[in-house]
């Protein structure tokens, strides 16, 4: 019945120029649900959601929220209905209390000024459920807590619909846990979700109905989770089941090319690691353990980091800066695409040869024939779906734009690389190409150091696995053979803690 939905979008197209991001969709969202809305990358979910939170004006179409029609409404307009987006970029403002956030452009004020003891009452209550202390310091917060903060803010907002693009993105496996478990007490309440994700485990595992967006259409609107399976979601997604890619060990390996040796710094200690030529390494730990930390030593950002870095036999200092990383071969793929990665408004062709300037320059000036060469390689390597090479790299989506920075350090021609999330924000399809390619590259002799959250993913693709323990590596393994669940004992065995390890967060 109509009255059982939240939301009600009809039709809907959205124009950006030339590119048609919505070609007459329709989604329907019911009260007191987890819907899930799927897609490849640049499907249109982000528009489609951008369009229902008043960010963006649909060029045409019908929208109606709680029966009533919505004609022209601004986010403003929508968050007063009680329709928030929570984006991956958590909005809060780290020198203030958790209190004072949750009241961020609500504080019951009078006569201009803020009164403190009312304000904490308020937040009390709506926190207490969420184990958060009002009055501890926003940037003392954990990532899943600031998320939940979010969400929070927007409940107090009165928010019916809440909306969440990827909110697992940097998450440890605690966390998602920690963060379905809020949203189920929320969906209990008559709480309503959108949820952006790629992971079809995800889901399976939180939503109780699914829209798929392929190509700016809607092809599967509404459909029982309790119903599919992993492979009928990816049959959606991309119009096939997905062939999980896995990395054939070379057993006959290449020489030792790389030595790291006597890295010290602030919580890492390493005395000596060999990485083979064509190698793929992966680097597991808990948070802090040092596996993420070495990843940044080895890329020159870690200034404070002592130690060496040879290649071939020949000893050097680990690069200071990431300048001379690039020089002496190193490429580095940064977990935090918008902050480290990305300049939104230059082109994708700009970007994609950014680092790689010698390769497409000749005395000095950037030979525009080389460029295009170089773009239009990994441009049909990426399938990178966008209007033209000449589109700012902020108007993609988000998923495209990991494309254009894996392009980005391919094209430098790296001897070592270091991938920290290489498939965050990828749809299930071009994840496995991020894998081949991964794999290609080591067959070419690249030796190639894996970082990410995923161990499934992580074990399906490399050779060996460095498992972090306070600072330390305390074992490296072949991978074949090796479960996810094994690599949980491991890191909780080594560092002798009595935790169960099974629910336990791992990079
Ligand atoms: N501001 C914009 N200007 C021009 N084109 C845009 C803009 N925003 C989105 N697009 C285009 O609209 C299409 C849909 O993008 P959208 O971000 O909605 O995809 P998505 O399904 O969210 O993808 P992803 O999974 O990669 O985040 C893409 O082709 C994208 O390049």
Sequence with gaps: MADDYLIE??????????????????LRVRKGSVHGLLGENGAGKSTLVKIIAGIVQATSGTMRFNGEEIVDADVKAMEEKGVFLVTQEPMIVEPMTVADNLMLGRWPARSG????????ALATSFLEEANLDPRRLASTLSVVEKRKLNILRALHSGGKLIILDE??????MADKHQLFTFMKQLRAQSVSFLFISHYNEEILEICDEVSVLRDGQMIGQGQVVSHLDSSALSEMVIGRDVHLFKRVTDEAKGDVVWTLRDVRASG????????RKGEIIGFAGLPGSGAKELGRAIYGLMPSARGFLDESGVAHALPRDPAEALRTGIAFLSEDRLRDGIIAIQSIAENMTLSSLPAVSRFGWVSRSAERQLVEKFWRLFAVKAASHAAPLGSLSGGNQQKVLLSRLVATEPRLVILNEPTRGIDVGVKEEVHRLVDDLSHRGVSVII????IEEMLRIVDRVALFVDGRISAIEPAHGLTKEDVFEMAYSASDRSVSASHQPLH
């Design 9 to 26: 979008v009809d039709d809907c197209i959205k124009r950006y120029g030339g590119v048609v991001a919505l070609k007459g969709v329709s």
């Design 113 to 120: 000024f803020v009164r403190d003891r009312h304000m904490m």
């Design 167 to 172: 909110p697992t993105t940097a998450l440890t």
């Design 268 to 275: 890492l200690s390493v005395d000596r690691l060999d990485i």
């Design 451 to 454: 970082i990410t959250s995923d």
